[in-house]
């Protein structure tokens, strides 16, 4: 018998920060962690110029956009779920008046087929220096 709470990771999205796996699968739900647009098997994230000390020097949101809706993708369907089955997506921003224009826009032609509820909210930071991260339920 199949195990009802089963805890899934991707071999392709970046490895988690936290002890914490990029999903879970809850009967024919599955539950995300945070997602960001970090590479696997690398810190560097797409877009982003740091300093010395760690801090941003600058960060191109497009990209970020891009990598964060790919590695969600990559978890989604190394669980067995796909993109069309995605039924919620919370979204962070770390600067909502300079980037959610840009994410609005790159997220309808992401989800244009397909168009689970939607948040988007502000927060001050994220655990890695990233502007976007989200948050997802989807469908098995």
Known sequence: MANPNEVLNSSKAP?????????????????LSGVGPRERGSKKIPGVELDE???I???DIEAQCHSVFQNVRYILEDAGSGWDKLVDV????????ADFATY???YAEYFKDNQPCRTTVEINSLPTPIAIELKCIATI
């Open 15 to 31: 490895e988690p920060v936290g002890l914490y796996p990029h999903a879970r699968k809850v009967g024919n739900l599955l539950f």
């Open 53 to 55: 000390a760690g801090n």
């Open 57 to 59: 020097l600058s960060y």
């Open 90 to 97: 919370t979204v962070f921003l770390t600067n909502m008046k």
């Open 104 to 106: 609005n826009r790159i």
